[in-house]
């Protein structure tokens, strides 16, 4: 099992940038590909991106293509996102999520993914 918990979430204007963090502790972080999801007031949750156990994998979203970037640092039990040129469209809370499962590809769908971090409010407002 792995304990999840993002931050780096805030209040930031249209075109600006805010990294996220994901700090994982328990099971080895390297044992689990990983993805962001966010959900936006009255919608679903919906898939980000994702990248695979080593980092050499990723799937981003066509909404956030070219401009958020998802990483890891396995040394650090630490999986991020960097966004930038953000949009109001972007205001949601962002989850970091854990799949333990070998795939041959990184997953999208929400019930790929067994742990769920608690969230970080991303409000993108002038």
């Known amino acids: 099992q792995v304990q999840l918990v993002e931050s780096g979430g805030g209040l930031v204007q249209p075109g600006g940038s805010l990294r996220l963090s994901c700090a994982a502790s328990?099971?080895?972080?390297?044992?689990?590909?990983m993805g962001w999801f966010r959900q936006a007031p009255g919608k679903e949750r919906e898939f980000v991106a994702a990248?695979?156990?080593?980092?050499?994998?990723?799937d981003y979203a066509d909404s956030v293509k070219g401009r958020f970037t998802i990483s890891r640092d396995n040394a650090k039990n630490t999986l991020y996102l960097q966004m930038n040129s953000l949009k109001p469209e972007d205001t949601a809370v962002y989850y970091c999520?854990?799949?333990?499962?070998?795939?041959?590809?990184?997953?999208?769908?929400?019930?790929?993914?067994?742990?769920w971090g608690q969230g970080t409010q991303v409000t993108v407002s002038s």
């Open positions: 990248i695979s156990r080593r980092g050499g994998s990723t």
């Open positions: 999520a854990a799949d333990p499962r070998l795939r041959v590809r990184v997953g999208e769908r929400l019930d790929e993914y067994d742990y």
């Open positions: 328990g099971r080895t972080f390297s044992s689990y590909a």
